[in-house]
C-alpha cells in the first residue's frame, strides 16, 4: 500500500509504513557498506541469508478444522557462532520481515560482541485469538518441521512477538522428544525450566541502561524526565517498569487495543496488574485518558520508546513527534525516512541495533548457564547485561566521534566490520 491514500477511517499519521521491515534493514546495510567500501560481491554475500526454511504448519483448532499455517527460520550469517534468534507469531509474519530480523540480528550480536550468528523464525498466526491448547500445538508442529536446522551449537531460538516463556517450554519439550532432553535449544526459557533469572525483564532492562548513557552523552539526568512507550508487551513493560523505578514519569501509553494519557503519570506496575492479571481494557485504566493514536504520537515527552513492531514511525508520522530522545526498543521502528525527518528536528535516536541487544545478551548468558548446567544468581546477570550493552554502546559512541556520523550508522559499519572480520578468518570470503 503506498502512502498516498488512506484506507477509510484511518489518518496519514496511522498508515502502515511506506517501505517493509526489509527495505529498512537493506537501506542500512547499503549505506554502511558503501561508507566501508566492502566489494560488491563480499556485499551480496553478507546481504543474503545462509539458509531460508518456510514450512507448512497445519493444526487442528478449537473451530474443528484444519487451519494451514507458514512457519519460518531464517539464519542469515553464522560466521561468528551459531545462529540466534526470537520466534515470532504474529499474522503479518512472512519471508520478507523474518529475513530482515535475521539480518538485523547478525549486526546486533557483533555490535555487542557476543559469539552468535543472526537467526530469526516466525509463524503467521494471531497469538491473541488463539487459545493456549492451539498455541502449543502450532509451537510443537512447527518445531517439529524445523528441528533439523536447529540445534544448541548451531542454531538457538528465543521469544519474540506473541512468543512468550510458556512457548518456548513447548519448543524445548519438543525438541527434547527428539533428541533428549536439551534446554540450551532455547532461551527465554521458564526459571522452572532452566531458564535464566533476569531473562523476562532484560530487553527492557537493557533499553534502558542504553538510555543512562546517551543522557551521559546529552548532559541531561534522568530523574523526572517525561517519557511516551509504545508496545507494553514484554520489552514496553519492563522498560516503562524499570525507568518509573528509576525516577521517571511515564505520561503515555500506545497498544494495538488503545492508548492513554496522563500528565500526572502512569504507575507501570499497576497498569502491567491491570491489563495481565485483571485482563482489564486500556481504554478504562483509571486516573487516565483514553487519547488517539495520533494524539499519543504527538505526547511531548523528554524520550520516547517504539517497543512493538517494526516501520512504527515513517514518513507520515515521524513529523509529530515531539521528543528529545528516541529509544529503539522495538526492532525497525522507525523508516529511513522518519530518521531523516527526526535528526533534522534534533532528536538523538539510540538505533535497535544497540538498544534492545539486552535480550539477546542474557539469552547468551542464559545459554551459557544451560551449556554447564550451572545457574548465576539474578544480581550477576543484570552486572554483566550493564557491562556488555553499556561497552556496546561506548564502541559505537567511539566510531560516531571518530567518523562523524549517526549512532546507527555507525553501529551497522561495526556490526559489518566484525562480520567480515570473522568470515575473512574462517576463510569464507577473500
Ligand atoms: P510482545 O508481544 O510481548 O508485545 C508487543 C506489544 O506491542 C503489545 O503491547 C501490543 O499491544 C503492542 N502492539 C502490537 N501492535 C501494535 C500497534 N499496531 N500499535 C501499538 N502497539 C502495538 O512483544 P515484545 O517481545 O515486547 O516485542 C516488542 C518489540 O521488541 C518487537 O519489535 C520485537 O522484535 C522487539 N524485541 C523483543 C525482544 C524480546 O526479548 N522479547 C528482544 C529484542 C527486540
Not at 512504527?312 to 515521524?318: E, G, K, Q, S
Not at 509529530?320 to 531523516?340: W, Y
Not at 534534533?346 to 554447564?372: K, R
Amino acid at each position: 500500500m503506498t502512502t498516498e491514500q488512506a484506507p477509510a477511517g484511518q489518518t496519514p499519521e496511522d498508515q502502515p509504513a511506506e517501505v517493509s521491515n526489509w527495505d529498512i534493514v537493506n537501506h542500512w546495510f547499503d549505506v554502511a557498506a558503501d561508507r566501508l567500501e566492502l566489494r560488491d560481491d563480499v556485499a551480496a554475500v553478507l546481504r543474503s541469508s545462509y539458509r531460508e526454511v518456510q514450512v507448512q504448519v497445519p493444526v487442528s483448532l478449537g473451530d474443528g478444522r484444519i487451519h494451514v499455517f507458514s512457519g519460518f527460520r531464517v539464519q542469515h550469517n553464522g560466521a561468528r557462532g551459531p545462529y540466534k534468534g526470537g520466534i515470532r507469531f504474529h499474522p503479518d509474519v512472512d519471508l520478507d520481515e523474518v529475513r530482515a530480523l535475521a539480518m538485523l540480528m547478525t549486526w546486533k550480536t557483533a555490535v555487542v560482541g557476543i559469539p552468535y550468528g543472526g537467526a530469526k523464525g516466525g509463524v503467521n498466526c494471531d497469538s491473541r485469538a488463539l487459545e493456549p491448547r492451539e498455541l502449543q500445538a502450532i509451537a510443537r508442529s512447527f518445531m517439529d518441521k524445523i528441528e533439523k536446522v536447529l540445534g544448541p551449537t548451531r542454531d538457538i531460538a528465543a521469544p519474540d512477538v506473541g512468543t512468550n516463556a510458556q512457548t518456548m517450554a513447548w519448543l524445548m519439550d519438543e525438541y527434547g522428544k527428539l533428541h533428549g532432553h536439551t534446554p540450551a535449544i532455547v532461551t527465554g526459557k521458564p526459571i522452572a525450566l532452566e531458564g535464566s533469572y533476569g531473562r523476562e525483564a532484560a530487553t527492557g532492562r537493557g533499553v534502558i541502561f542504553v538510555l543512562e548513557e546517551a543522557l551521559e552523552h546529552l548532559d541531561m539526568e534522568l530523574d523526572g524526565l517525561t517519557f511516551a512507550i509504545q508496545g507494553f508487551g514484554n520489552v514496553g513493560s519492563w522498560a516503562a517498569r524499570i525507568l518509573h523505578d528509576k525516577g521517571g514519569k511515564l505520561i503515555a501509553v500506545d497498544t494495538v487495543d488503545g492508548s492513554i494519557r496522563s500528565d500526572a503519570g502512569i504507575d507501570p506496575h499497576r497498569l502491567h496488574r491491570f491489563l495481565y492479571e485483571e485482563s482489564g481494557d486500556i481504554d478504562a485504566f483509571a486516573d487516565s485518558d483514553s487519547i488517539s493514536k495520533t494524539e499519543f504520537l504527538a505526547t511531548e515527552c523528554d524520550v520516547f520508546i517504539p517497543a512493538a513492531l517494526g516501520g512504527a514511525i515513517h514518513a507520515n508520522n515521524a513529523d509529530t513527534l515531539n521528543c528529545r530522545i528516541l529509544l529503539e526498543g522495538a526492532n525497525s521502528p522507525t523508516t529511513p525516512k522518519a530518521d531523516e525527518i527526526l535528526t533534522d528536528k534534533g532528536v538523538y535516536i539510540a538505533p535497535d541495533v544497540v538498544c534492545n541487544a539486552g535480550g539477546v545478551i542474557v539469552s547468551y548468558f542464559e545459554w551459557v548457564q544451560n551449556l554447564q548446567h550451572f545457574r548465576w544468581d539474578e544480581a550477576e546477570v543484570n552486572e554483566r547485561l550493564e557491562k556488555i550493552i553499556k561497552r556496546g554502546f561506548g564502541d559505537i559512541a567511539a566510531k560516531c566521534r571518530d567518523d562523524q556520523t549517526s549512532p546507527r550508522i555507525a553501529a551497522y559499519e561495526l556490526g559489518i566490520q566484525r562480520v567480515v572480520e570473522a568470515s575473512r578468518i574462517r576463510g569464507y570470503i577473500p
